[in-house]
């Protein structure tokens, strides 16, 4: 909670005798009237109203009473006032005391079968489980995750990103019949995996078709077969030392 600085106007006028104290706030000049000047001790501004901050707190603009039941409020949860037994998320306010938040949501610290993922509070999750995107998995025990997703380890075992894609994709695969490259390929088939050297200690994969395609040194880019033979990548020469003289 901040309160926003705002000078206060003191406007001495003799009516009657009397003297006239205001405190004035905001662009529309909304003033309060004080009969003593010890009756503006802690006066500032919410909004556009003035306030007394030992008896009022001032929450988003907004004023709120101080006691609350048999309680007194010294914090703010957005625009309404957060008890000591309650729990602020988001500027929501929850009836849970000394709560952990996911998301707007609220929850007791040690609960049981409680997991957070990515602000979605996951009340039925198995004790030690983990989180994949917004669901609750075993870890990879007998389940596996991939882009965000559960998948049956039996099914699919490995994980795959996508080159190249934007935003970043996964694809999930069976070991047993795929592996990965730039994407998962089929183990018999044509399709084979070559590193390409893109300099500075770089590598990425690349699929290519092994029946017309080769895969050689010094591995720059994919070149093609000619007739049944590999043909390497254009080498460049290496400059012999001058001779001594």
């Known amino acids: 909670m901040s309160l926003m600085f705002v000078l206060l106007f003191l406007c001495f006028k003799i009516v009657q005798a009397d003297l006239v104290l205001k405190a004035c706030c905001g662009v529309e000049n909304k003033c ?6 010890e009756e503006m001790f802690g006066v500032s501004c919410c ?8 008896t009022d707190i001032c929450c988003e603009n907004v004023t709120r009473h101080r006691q609350q039941g048999g309680g007194f409020v010294d914090k703010c949860c957005g625009n309404q006032t957060l008890n ?7 500027g929501i306010v929850h009836n849970v005391p000394n709560g952990e938040c996911c998301g707007s949501q609220a929850y007791p610290r040690n609960s049981v ?8 509070l996951n009340t039925n999750a198995d004790p030690g489980s983990s989180c994949c995107g917004n669901t609750p998995y075993d870890g990879g025990y007998r389940e596996t995750c991939c882009g965000g997703q559960v ?4 099914l699919f075992d490995g994980c795959c990103r996508i080159q190249n894609s934007d935003p970043v994709e996964y694809r999930q695969f069976n070991s047993r019949t795929h592996l990965c490259c730039d994407h998962p390929i089929e183990r018999n088939s044509n399709m084979k995996c070559c590193y390409l050297n ?12 092994f029946s017309t395609n080769c895969c050689a040194y010094p ?3 994919i070149t093609p077969k000619m007739g049944e033979k590999c043909v390497p990548d254009r080498i460049q020469p290496t400059r012999r030392p001058d001779p001594e003289v």
């Open 32 to 37: 309060q009237e004080y009969q003593r000047p």
């Open 47 to 54: 909004g556009q109203d003035p306030i007394n901050q030992f």
């Open 84 to 90: 000591f037994d309650q729990t602020c998320c988001r």
């Open 113 to 120: 079968n409680v997991l957070c993922c990515n602000g979605t």
């Open 151 to 154: 998948f049956q380890k039996e």
């Open 198 to 209: 893109m300099g500075n200690g770089t590598f990425i994969p690349k699929s290519y078709d």
């Open 219 to 221: 591995y720059k880019q």
